[in-house]
């Protein structure tokens, strides 16, 4: 009998996720298998991967143990690791919940970008607090084909780069990452969102996200943009004392972002498990492809 590992299957707003519950750190998720996991034709299928893990047992996240008892250890799809997954926290707060580790209300999610602060309404959405938004000098050019714009850099704890356009259509079919320059900006790459007006404090965006390709939505994403969007329209919560609300289409749903007085930035929306089930270990180790 082979050993079966458990996972389940998750999204927020169609940012779509591998759950792999692992309290006590002991599944060695090397980057091939997370890539194997997450390859939607040979694998489960998934923009990224959520490790599941005590704080205590982890390495990266034990001095936060005292303060948040779960660990979201995220991987992009393509095994690499990111800092930071808005909508991964979100249905990592979802699994908690499902499996009894969390009630609705509050709770505290440790994250390689500090700890944060989730709440999970009795009426389905889930908000978290995402922290601050940091602007970094200067910009970037991205590049579509014959056409270039220029791009704010913000940082979510993960970076973007914020490209308002005239139509989305115009970021052509993102198979592969926009090029954007100057590249030494970015030498680990780069979230990048191309964004349109939909009506007063209201944006679409399509997103090419390092490490998955273009996704259904960012959450991180959501927060630049809506930031970015803000500051463009005049609007800086820190000046006028006023808290501002920007609501974000994304291609699998709709994010609605705050940023507040003191510049806290709070993302809500959906978080879904719709499945799981077990993984043969063995498979894992050498995937038929
Ligand atoms: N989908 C995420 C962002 C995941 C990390 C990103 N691809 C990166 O490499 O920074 C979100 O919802 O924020």
């Known amino acids: 009998m082979s050993t079966r590992i458990a996972f389940l299957k998750g999204h927020g707003t169609e940012n779509d996720f591998v759950i792999v519950p692992d309290p006590e750190n002991l599944i060695d998720l090397s980057p091939a ?17 959520l490790h599941v893990v005590r704080s205590a047992a982890h390495p990266e996240a034990r001095g936060m143990a005292a303060e948040a008892e779960w660990f979201m250890d995220y991987r992009n799809g393509d095994g690499s690791i990111a800092e930071m997954c808005g909508n991964g926290v979100r249905v990592f707060a979802r699994y908690l919940q499902r499996a009894g580790q969390a009630t609705e209300g509050d709770l505290k999610v440790a994250t390689r970008g500090g700890v944060k602060s989730v709440h999970i309404a009795k009426e389905g959405d889930v908000t978290v607090g995402m922290g601050k938004a940091l602007f970094p000098e200067g910009e970037v050019t991205v590049c579509v084909d014959e056409r270039s714009w220029p791009a704010r850099n913000v940082n979510m704890g993960n970076p973007h780069a914020v ?28 979230n990048v969102e191309f964004v349109v007006d939909r009506g007063p404090r209201h944006v679409a965006l399509r997103v090419h996200e390092r490490g998955a390709g273009e996704t259904r939505s960012c959450g991180t994403g959501a927060c630049a943009v809506a930031v970015a969007a803000a500051r463009r329209d005049g609007a800086d919560p820190a000046v006028t004392g006023t808290p501002v609300t920007y609501t974000v289409d994304v291609p699998g749903g709709r994010l609605v972002i705050t940023e507040r007085a003191d510049g806290e930035i709070e993302m809500t929306g959906p978080a879904v498990i719709v499945a799981e089930g077990e993984i043969d270990a063995e498979w894992l180790e050498r995937p038929a492809k």
């Open 33 to 49: 298998a997370v890539a194997t996991l997450c390859d939607r034709r040979a694998g489960i299928g998934g923009d990224g991967l």
């Open 163 to 190: 490209a308002f356009v005239d139509d989305l259509a115009h970021a052509g079919n993102l198979f592969a990452a926009p090029p954007f320059s100057p590249a030494s900006v970015y030498p680990d790459g780069v």
